[in-house]
């Protein structure tokens, strides 16, 4: 079993939908959670960071840590076509070493 | 400013050519990664530097050179490349944890390279 799990899509819906975008994960120890976004043949760009569990909102982006089920999302309101690209979680567990553990990424193809 | 810049964009060399790739930060971290990334794969860690020094190898190939310069640079030394290691080259920089940093990595958009 991988220590993060994550659909890797394709995940195509119209404008305006609301996403919800999932890891899921094995180790308990993780205490720092990612989301990236990363466009075609970029790097990828940091959205949300949270610690332990809880939700945290940033414009149209929620993320969402539920530590009892080793869970966590990310929402996308009023989503775009420039939502389009692949989004990747990510987390860490907090014994200075580090090193993030990632999702195999998400693809998100938003049509206008 | 959260921005890491990498030079060159793009790079294609042979495998006998000797390549050096650049990043470079000025946000004040002193934690700096190069990860690797194939297409449709997450990135891959290699090294990490802490304080300019090397505190993480990832049992990366010899042919890959790391090299910390300064708090704001890091370099990856390229000799005698194979063409299975064409990828994307990121580097990234974060606080660090013994300062009181989050260790949140910020990323750069990374080199393409690619090997003959």
């Known amino acids: 079993q991988k220590e993060v799990e994550q659909d890797p899509g394709p995940l195509s819906v119209p404008e305006g939908a609301i996403v919800s975008l999932n890891c899921t994960y094995s180790?308990?120890?993780?205490?720092?959670f990612m989301w990236y976004r990363q466009y075609s043949r970029k790097g990828p760009e940091l959205l949300m960071y949270t610690y332990s569990s809880g939700n945290k909102e940033d414009g149209r982006f929620t993320a969402q840590v539920d530590k009892s089920s080793k869970y966590i999302s990310l929402f996308i309101r009023d989503s775009q076509p420039s939502d389009s690209a692949t989004y990747l979680c990510a987390m860490m567990a907090p014994t200075g070493t580090y090193k993030y553990i990632f999702g195999t990424g998400t693809r998100l193809k938003v049509l206008a | 400013d959260t921005e890491v810049t990498q030079t060159p964009k793009h790079l294609v060399m042979g495998m006998t050519n000797k390549k050096s790739l650049k990043c470079e930060q000025h946000?004040?971290?002193?934690?700096m990664y190069w990860y690797k990334q194939k297409a449709k794969k997450p990135p891959e860690l290699m090294f990490v530097y802490s304080y300019e020094k090397l505190s993480i190898n990832e049992s990366v190939p010899s042919r890959f050179s790391p090299e910390c310069p300064n708090s704001s640079l890091l370099n990856l030394h390229l000799h005698a490349l194979q063409p299975e290691d064409s990828a994307l080259y990121l580097c990234?920089?974060?606080?660090?944890?013994?300062?009181?940093?989050?260790?949140?990595?910020?990323f750069g958009p990374g080199t393409r390279l690619t090997v003959l």
């Open positions: 946000m004040g971290h002193r934690a």
């Open positions: 990234a920089s974060s606080q660090d944890r013994t300062s009181g940093g989050t260790d949140t990595q910020y």
């Open positions: 180790n308990s120890a993780f205490q720092y």
